[in-house]
């Protein structure tokens, strides 16, 4: 059973990966480059725990308990030094991490696991400097952002890991209230980024279009498709549908679907202006300052609720 764990880079990723694997007892060597990172990051983990507690979903004795399973490092080598796995989420740039498997084939044990959080890049292509027998212990684990927050986990098992290596790193993240999924193919966007895609392409279309407002077609996906899909997936809603009745209306639907190849013409007028979301204040809807920060507060306690109620599913 693996119960202690490297997690590299303390960013928007890693410090959310660190929270979800320390609040649930596995100890965690953070490492992080830039000391402003590594100062600040076990407050916003403790700001983070206080709102699961605030929820009802952590006991208030877990905070503390899950800092205290936290270990920041300014060294690499050290960080890794007597961990059984290791999760990568430095910024997403090839040579970075071929440069950082290469390191860590180098520092690590021959048992550990080494994995990429990486959305876009191939398994193969970032390790392409490790040695041949480190290749049947390296993966990808990609978490979904705020990953303390979204329970998916995608892993790969492409063939080159024993099933006894990839069980062991499943079961570290079921014990981490974490969904796994098994990706088989290396592919752009593994699953789930897949499945959002494509629905994201149809829902920018529609505002291009201007087949509904944006406040209208994000209130069809919540109450619609997206609220079956919560509890149920894609292929069981069919299934209870009738296959019958899909297989008719996909022939009808089909031809009349988003296939466009390039993202959408409000998306791009939006960037081009400068428009990147809450960030910059406005998207598809406008962020003024004063109620950015609770708009994102109010997403986040959205999210608790949801783990806390899927948790009946499981
Ligand atoms: N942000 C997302 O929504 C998201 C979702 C899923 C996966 N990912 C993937 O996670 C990874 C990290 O993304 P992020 O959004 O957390 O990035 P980020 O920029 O927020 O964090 C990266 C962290 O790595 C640190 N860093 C930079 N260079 C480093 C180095 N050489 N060694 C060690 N640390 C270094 C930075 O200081 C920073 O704290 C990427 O591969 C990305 O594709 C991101």
New binding site residues.
Partial sequence: MITKVAV???????HSIANNFASHGVDVHL????DQ?RETVKDRIKAEMEMFVEEGYFEVDNIQKTLDHITLFADLEEAVRDVEFVIE????ILD?KQE?FEKLDQYCGENVILAS????LKLWDMMARVSEERKTKVMIA????PAHLIPIIELSYFGNMSEEDFESVRELFVRCEKAPVKVLKDVTGMVANRLLHAQAREAFYLIDQGIASAEDVDRALMYGPAFRNATTGMLEVADMGGLDIWYAAESNFFPNLCAETKPSETMHALVEEGHYGIKTGKGFFDYPEEIRGSAVEKFYRRLIVQMKASRQFK
């Fill in positions: 590299l880079g303390a960013g928007t990723m890693g490492y992080e480059s830039f990172v989420a430095v910024p997403e970075l950082l959080n990486t959305s876009s990609h978490c979904y952002n």
